[in-house]
């Protein structure tokens, strides 16, 4: 398009008290740029005014100066036209009152000696505005090919049939594929259910016979049974799937990538791409490579993962004392289960009746209170349920239930409250001691009880509540032909599960277009799973939906941008492949990388990560950015006497941004010496930024984003450690140009810690102070 | 080439309650494609969520989550946002609903700038309900500095007053109306999603438990707002009585959960609340005594085993499985007097210590206030969904008691049922 200029600066809210407005509409007309100035742009008036502009003449690239961009959003947006928001009020007058920046004295102006920082600090971004506006594109949106609205679920238990009803049921077509010769999974293996509705006082016959047949009953419901993925390729929208028979080699099996000790040759240096690519082959060997679709594949837009769980395996020292293993009648829950569903519940040892039980909740050595492993809430109704199939089965059927903690959250306290009506079912805390025979029975102590200390409870068998393990912890199931790999990434970071950010947005993984629901991604009761069906459906509809329109999904949903590669100038050196945090990228057998546009969640990693500097989006790219660092005034010994520091401070869009508006809201002062630049998200800034700021004198360049590590906050999971080992990095680039290294810094901050805002700033700028100016300052 | 079906949309969705499940199931429905009302009776959206100071058991900052769901708003256009908004009446059948919605006065106009100009002006105090009117504020105020939409609210009581007037012309941007009234909006929608969360129990109901009767007797959900930057105490965890810093809490778990003459349910959160404001006041007082009573920790999951692990690291952290009996107060020192009895050793405990939080549940709105609506609800006044039935769906806490994750689970499946309704229809 071609940019038609205009530049409008707001005077309300304070600004025109505390700014020199002529002189800062010079900024824009001295670039022969068209100002108006306003005092109330946000008012019907104002916005009358950018209207006309925009109507009668032909304004469509707008610098609009005013308050955040987080503010009246709504107020000025204006479709067709490229809009930049200069924050004026809250990070320029708010945040440095005149108290603390006096204004130049009539006298004082000119003299070689004093200047205003405010006043520069509002022309400089000012100036980055309009330096940015030129270098950034109206988005449109990428389409892809051949747009899939089919859904693909991977298993076919209680979560899975649900989750594909509930796909069917908003009118799409779902596929249901299933390793096992029948659908049901752990679902049509148990003798009864919780009940899930006031009273909760009787367990209720499994539900899962009468899901399938329903299922059944959907013409746009494929069932695909004995079948398993063996790869899915592609990207969301249009996923190419292959399946295969359990068991069976096929060349789509998926390929894996190599382990590290395999890159390097002998002496550990790494291999070149015609190696590495010849071991990779001979690593895959009868496989073909992830680039190659498979002619036969079927195409889906979006999966669904509800391959369930594995029961824990109890085992080791510290289970020793439970006399697992050692003694037949000693059985976990899913055990039980087994011998419940067949009928009467008998002992696995001489298959007598078995009327006493114990159920032991937590396995209770060194005074430990924890639950087994990947317990949950789900194994404390599990035993509760249990000990109801000792009474139902016997008329003197005795259960005790020996746990740490009963843990019936929420309503299903009402399941516990019936048990506990019981007069056959025997519930109290306790530290189990030691499980060992006695005669053909057992006999199990425990310690420090509600019936007292050291009891000792005689029983035919003992059952233990092992958890529910993920499937994703041993196997990466959904097979993805993805150059980083066929699993999930980071799973060893959750334990297995495959969720990236579980409180805020619990579907969302680190590969776009799959969703897990179930036994898969937490601990949960088949009525949990069956409700958590629906949200993954939900996600897996909205994410083919957004790919037919061309936007991305979480977190920057509705965003139109994608990365574009200008391939020329590639290297291969493979850095964007290997560092984006959902595995957007699959480089070729030379290393090139191939976009997956819609597997992208726009970050912008890939771009902070490319030393050739070749990725960038229509709204934001090394150039736009670049642009504004250049378009910095820093002031040297030749405009002033003691010149003020300039420093560049790129921030976090999604919570550094924010803090700083709520600092200025709040009126905290910091530095005027300082630039921010909001990014979106500190993964995607490219060191080049800062090279080239200190190369033109800058003083210093410091970082603010989230926290990383275990509880990361990074809303694209690893944004901020990836710049924090590149800020790691750079100390080399700035020692060999003679600069201290702490002249670059990064500083976690979260969205509320916007109070530590004017500490933060105030302490780097003294540092740099410290440090003295640039010495590349004014050349 | 690409089907061009974009907003398969065939009807628009009512979500009522703008808290973390409403934003949710909103957002999640208008990603979709649909169109999407969303109304919140509060003057910001947020709900309970916003007035906490972390989220269990990351420790992280609620704002950070619902920052990123505003955005999703601004960038959305599908989403039309309602304040200070009730819903008068529903009626109708699935996918053909007729929904009045009553439009309360918020005496600021679209012009508001949030310049603050008004709140400077004005003089009558009132008091916080983001803070539990543990301080004042303004009565033209913010609801908070991260409130959704940022726009001044005044309060009526000021309107016809001197102070009306004052902050009438301390507006230079005639945002300031005071002659606005109520407005009944009518909407058409096809499917409503019920959103409207939970109360904390009123603690002044459990006469045993001291609140209300003595100052150092706080609720979790207060203490939230006191281990809030921009709570009463900018943070600070201080005890009411004399804003001196406790050296010793007791938090007394089940304060109206599991209790037959109260709230017979599990309230779900309580636990993790606790072992989550032990950490709160562990970073503040590294001596501080913690004292947990409790009936079961309900810490489920390997994340929050994992984190009830870590908390039990702290030597300084006591774990007493035992129901409390009594509070009662020293009128000299103010400190208070927890009394229980531990139910293995079955000793009878007196601790005293500073400051006592009393771990209270949650009630869902609709059992204090009745929703005009056909719901079915349990006897605890969560609304019971009824699948077979479709239209209307419960989310979140409405639903049931549950925790910040599985509310976002939830209203993300009750955003699918929703959408099921409109297909159907």
């Given amino acids: 398009m071609d940019k038609k200029y205009g530049v409008y600066i707001c005077t ?150 649900s989750a594909a009803m509930d796909v069917a049921k908003a009118g799409y077509d779902v596929t249901i594929v299933e390793k096992e010769n029948s659908l049901g999974g752990y679902a049509s293996k148990i003798r009864k259910q919780l009940p899930v509705n006031a009273p909760y006082d009787n367990l209720i016959n499994p539900v899962i016979q009468s899901k399938i047949r329903e299922a059944e009953s959907f013409s746009n419901i494929t069932v695909k049974t004995g079948t398993m993925v063996a790869r899915i390729a592609g990207q969301p929208g249009e996923f190419t799937v292959t399946f295969k028979k359990p068991g069976e080699k096929i060349e789509f099996d998926v390929p894996y990538p190599l382990p590290p000790e395999m890159k390097v040759d002998e002496n550990g240096k790494e291999l070149d791409a015609d190696k590495l690519n010849e071991k ?15 002619p036969d594949g079927e195409l889906y837009g979006s999966v669904i993962l509800a391959a369930g769980w594995r029961p824990a395996e109890i085992g080791g020292d510290q289970y020793a004392h439970l006399g697992y293993g050692q003694i037949p009648d ?112 057992l006999i199990v102590e425990a310690d420090n009880t509600l019936l007292g200390d050291k009891i000792a409870v005689k029983a035919d068998m003992v059952v233990l509540a092992a958890g529910m393990v993920p499937e994703t912890k041993f196997d990466p199931v959904v097979n993805l032909a993805y150059r980083q790999g066929p699993a999930f990434r980071d799973i060893g970071l959750f334990n297995g599960y495959s969720d990236s950010n579980f409180i805020c947005f619990p579907y969302e993984t680190q590969r776009t277009g799959i969703y897990a629901a179930g036994g898969i991604r937490r601990s949960m009761t088949m009525e949990e799973a069956i409700e958590d069906a629906s949200g993954a459906a939900l996600k897996a509809i909205q994410c083919l939906e957004s790919v037919n329109r061309g936007v991305s999904v979480h977190p920057r949903s509705g965003d139109m941008t994608f990365p574009d590669f200008f391939f020329q100038r590639c290297t291969q050196c493979k850095r964007c492949t290997e560092e984006c945090p959902f595995g957007a990228l699959d480089d070729d057998a030379k290393g090139t990388p191939k976009p997956n546009p819609t597997r992208c969640r726009r970050c912008g990693t890939c771009m902070g990560a490319c030393p050739e500097r070749i990725i960038g989006f229509a709204d934001y790219n090394i150039d736009s950015i670049g642009s504004m660092v250049k378009s910095i005034w820093v002031p ?20 550094a941004y924010p803090a700083l508006d709520i600092a200025g809201l709040n009126k905290l002062s910091y530095s005027a010496d300082v630039r921010f630049i909001p990014v979106r998200c500190l993964g995607s800034v490219n060191v080049i930024w800062i090279k080239d700021a200190l190369a033109q004198g800058m003083d210093g360049v410091f970082l603010l984003g989230c926290k990383h590590g275990d509880d990361y906050q990074c809303h694209f999971v690893k944004g901020s450690e990836l710049a924090n080992i590149r800020m790691q990095k750079i100390g080399d680039a700035l020692a060999s140009l003679a600069l201290e290294t702490e002249r670059v810094a990064q500083f976690e901050i979260a969205i509320d810690e916007y109070d530590k805002i004017p500490q933060i700033v105030n302490d780097f700028v003294d540092s740099v102070v410290a440090m003295g100016p640039n010495p590349f300052k004014g050349f | ?122 003089r009558t105090e009132i008091p916080s309900e983001h803070n539990f009117s543990m301080n004042r504020t303004k009565a033209a105020y913010l609801p908070h500095e991260m409130a959704f939409p940022a726009r001044y609210v005044i309060s009526p009581q000021i309107v016809g007053t001197d102070d009306g007037a004052r902050c009438m012309e301390a507006c230079k941007y005639n945002a300031v109306d005071l002659d606005m009234k109520a407005k009944t909006l009518n909407l058409a929608v096809g499917s409503v999603i019920w959103a409207t969360g939970w109360q904390p129990y009123d603690a002044t109901k459990m006469d045993n438990l001291g609140f209300g009767l003595y100052q150092n007797v706080v609720t979790n959900m207060m203490l939230e707002r006191l281990a809030s930057k921009n709570g009463p105490t900018q943070g600070k965890i201080v005890r009411p009585s004399d804003d001196k810093a406790p050296a010793s809490v007791a938090f007394v778990q089940c304060a109206g959960s599991r209790d037959e003459n109260h709230l017979p349910y599990c309230s779900y959160i309580c636990c993790m609340a606790s072992l989550k404001h032990a950490t709160y006041i562990r970073a503040q007082y590294p001596d501080a005594k913690i004292y947990i009573f409790y009936i079961d920790l309900r810490a489920p ?109 939830n209203a993300t499946g009750m955003a699918l049922k929703a959408i099921q309704t409109l297909v159907r229809r």
């Fill in chain 1, 330 to 441: 000693v059985v976990t829950n899913h055990q039980f289960e087994e011998i419940a569903a067949k009928g009467k519940i008998v002992k696995p040892s001489d298959g007598k009746e078995a009327k006493s039980v114990v159920f032991i909740q937590s396995p209770g050595k060194d005074q430990d209170d924890r639950d087994f492993e990947y317990a949950g809430a789900v194994t404390s109704l599990v035993s509760l349920k249990q000990a109801k199939y000792v009474r139902e089965d016997y008329a003197d059927g005795k259960a005790y239930i020996l746990y740490q903690h009963m843990r019936t959250p929420g309503l299903s306290e009402n399941f516990y409250k019936g048990i506990q009506q019981d007069p056959g079912i025997f519930l109290t805390k306790g530290q189990v001691i030691s499980v060992s025979k006695n005669g053909s029975g």
């Fill in chain 1, 12 to 161: 309300g809210c304070g600004i025109g008290d505390v700014l020199d407005i002529e002189s800062l509409s010079g900024v824009a007309s001295g670039e022969g740029l068209p100002v108006k100035t306003h005092e109330f742009l946000c008012g019907k008036d104002g916005v009358s005014v950018l209207n006309k502009d925009i109507e009668e003449n032909g304004i469509n690239t707008l610098i609009i100066a005013a308050c955040s961009r987080r503010v009246n959003f709504d107020t000025f947006r204006f479709p067709g036209c490229i809009v930049d928001r200069v924050n004026i009020r809250e990070q320029v007058v708010w945040s440095h009152p005149r108290a603390d920046f006096p204004a130049l004295e009539e006298e004082q102006k000119n003299d070689g000696e004093h200047f205003d920082r405010v006043q520069m600090l509002a022309e400089d971004y000012l100036r980055m505005g309009m330096a940015k506006v030129q270098k950034i594109q109206l988005p449109e949106p990428y389409k892809v090919e051949n747009l899939s609205r089919k859904v693909l679920v991977i298993g076919g238990g209680i979560t899975g049939i």
């Fill in chain 2, 301 to 409: 999951g390997d994340r929050y085993e994992k984190f009830y692990t870590k908390i039990k690291e702290d030597k300084n952290v006591f774990f007493i499985k035992g129901k409390v009996a009594e509070v009662s107060e020293d009128p000299n020192t103010k400190n208070i007097m927890v009394v229980a009895e531990n139910a293995v050793t079955g000793e009878k405990i007196r601790q005293t210590v500073e400051m006592a939080v009393l771990a209270t549940g949650m009630q869902p709105t609709a059992a204090v206030s009745k929703l005009s609506a056909d719901l079915k609800y349990n006897e605890d006044g969560f609304i019971i969904n009824d699948y077979d039935k479709g239209g209307m769906f419960a989310a979140g806490c409405a639903n049931k008691p549950a925790d910040v994750v599985s509310s976002n689970q």
């Fill in chain 1, 280 to 294: 990779y082959m001979e690593y895959n060997q009868g496989r073909k490579d992830i680039l190659t679709l498979d």
């Fill in chain 2, 1 to 122: 080439m690409t089907e061009d079906k974009a907003a398969p949309a065939s009807g628009s969705i009512l979500v009522v309650g703008g808290g973390i499940s409403g934003l949710t199931a909103a957002l999640e429905a208008a990603e979709v494609g649909y169109e999407v009302f969303l109304v919140e009776k509060n003057p910001s959206l947020g709900g309970r969520v916003s007035q906490l100071n972390q989220y269990f058991p990351k420790l992280c900052p609620p704002t950070c989550g619902l920052e990123i769901n505003f955005r999703r708003i601004k960038d959305n256009p599908r989403v039309k946002v309602f304040t200070l908004a009730e819903v008068e009446k529903v009626e109708g059948s699935p996918g053909n609903y007729n929904v009045a919605i009553r439009l309360n006065p918020r005496y600021v106009n679209e012009n508001c700038t949030c310049c603050g100009a008004c709140a400077e002006a004005c």
């Fill in chain 1, 636 to 655: 040297s010994s030749d405009d002033y006497y003691e010149p003020p520091m300039r420093i560049i401070g790129l921030v976090c869009e999604n919570d």
